[in-house]
């Protein structure tokens, strides 16, 4: 269940379980202050003080139910990128488990860059080969999806290392995606479409569906507003039928598994928006 983001560490703090202890929440709060400290005078594209993307990061780990360690990475993920902290002082500060972890965001962060392809598409523009290849729309989509392969291929690699890092950047990119109104449409776009090859297979591949789904239906959101539009206004005329049908169900599956003495515990979910739209092309039929 996606909660809100917190505007303080005070709020991330009140979202914790009981479990954590007093060491793990002054070290969230040390954690907070450093990175409050780095991004002052940052602004998000929303207008609003970078911390807050911080704070969000964190809370969806704790959401995910992370150890300390990782939400204090999560509320200093972009310190060595975008601010004057070092690995070295994180290291100090925070311990090389930390450290190493903000250090691998780092790292992952610059992956995608790969499948932008901004420098290798302007270069390719000036050789008349180039010319030929753009003009091929199919090796140009092959390309694309070569690139986006090998990309995932290097992520994966990575992920070898800690795979806590890519927790957090999925934390990281899925509040980006939520938050990615405030950005022109190109960069929308480009950043939806990037969201869809990677970081959504990246969530299936861990086996976070939570997120994959909404990274998917945020992607197509952003790629394909008008298709996203028409199926979400189909789901929102259906949905009292929809969780009608899904009670009902439940309760028979329910009966039928008490009866036959097995304990289990059913729960339902509606169809996500981008998966009703994959399968309708796949199966190339409409939404009814």
């Not at 050789?127 to 999806?145: F, H, P, V, W, Y």
């Not at 070898?160 to 890519?166: E, L, P």
């Not at 959504?200 to 997120?211: D, M, V």
């Not at 394909?224 to 009670?247: C, F, G, H, M, W």
């Amino acid at each position: 269940m996606k909660t809100s983001a917190p505007l303080s560490i005070e709020e991330l703090l009140e979202q914790l379980p009981p479990t954590f202890t007093t060491a793990d929440r002054e070290l969230l709060q040390r954690a907070y202050h450093t990175a409050e400290r780095a991004h002052e005078g940052q602004k998000r594209a929303s207008g609003d003080p970078y911390i807050n993307h911080c704070l969000a990061v964190a809370a969806i780990l704790a959401e995910y139910s992370m150890p300390a360690e990782v939400i204090a990475a999560g509320l200093l993920h972009d310190t060595i990128e975008d601010t004057q902290v070092t690995y070295d002082e994180l290291k100090r500060d925070f311990g090389e488990g930390v450290a190493n972890l903000v250090q691998g965001v780092t790292k992952l962060t610059e992956l995608p860059r790969v499948l932008r392809g901004e420098h290798r598409e302007e270069a390719l523009r000036k050789s008349d080969e180039a010319e030929k290849i753009l003009e091929d729309e199919t090796t140009r989509r092959n390309r694309k999806r070569e690139l986006a392969t090998e990309t995932l291929r290097k992520t994966f690699l990575a992920m070898d290392s800690d795979v806590r890092v890519v927790l957090i950047k999925l934390a990281d990119r899925l509040h980006n995606m939520r938050t990615l109104g405030f950005f022109p449409k190109a960069k929308r776009r480009r950043i939806a479409q990037e969201t869809l090859d990677i970081f959504a297979p990246l969530a299936n591949r861990l086996g976070i569906w939570q997120i994959k789904w909404e990274l998917e239906d945020l992607g197509f959101r952003y790629t394909n507003p008008d298709k996203y539009k028409e199926i979400a206004e189909q789901l929102a005329v259906r949905r009292d039928s929809r969780e009608t049908e899904i009670s009902a169900i439940i309760e028979q599956i329910s009966k039928l598994l008490s009866e036959a003495g097995v304990k289990a515990e059913i729960s339902g979910r509606p169809k996500h928006i981008y998966s009703i739209y994959h399968k309708m092309i796949e199966k190339g039929k409409p939404f009814e």
